[in-house]
Nanobody
């Protein structure tokens, strides 16, 4: 079992930056493929970014490419999402998730992630 706890959310203005963290406990996250998803009010949860177990492969949604960076520190069992140039449309609850295998081309598939955090709210004002 893996428990995931997100932190770092908050209220910021457009153009600001935030760094989200996702700390894993239980089994370490070093063997897990990690992803970030978000859910805006009234919308379905969507893929944001993902990272393979050894950080060799990074995946991003088109909407955040060039602005967000995913990274991981396996020694700290933590995954990060650095969010720059934030826009009001980035407002959402952000969730991290863990999958037991490298997902490859299925990196965006929520059903393939076994563990989920409780989410952290990010609000970007215009």
């Amino acid at each position: 079992q893996v428990q995931l706890v997100e932190s770092g959310g908050g209220l910021v203005q457009a153009g600001d930056s935030l760094r989200l963290s996702c700390a894993a406990s239980g089994r370490t996250n070093s063997a897990y493929f990690m992803g970030w998803f978000r859910q805006a009010p009234g919308k379905e949860r969507e893929f944001v970014a993902a990272i393979s177990t050894g950080s060799a492969y990074l995946y991003y949604a088109d909407s955040v490419k060039g602005r967000f960076t995913i990274s991981r520190d396996n020694a700290k069992s933590t995954v990060y999402l650095q969010m720059n140039s934030l826009k009001p449309e980035d407002t959402a609850v952000y969730y991290c998730a863990a999958a037991p295998n490298n997902l490859g081309r299925y990196y965006y598939s929520q059903s393939r992630y076994d563990y989920w955090g409780q989410g952290t709210q990010v609000t970007v004002s215009s």
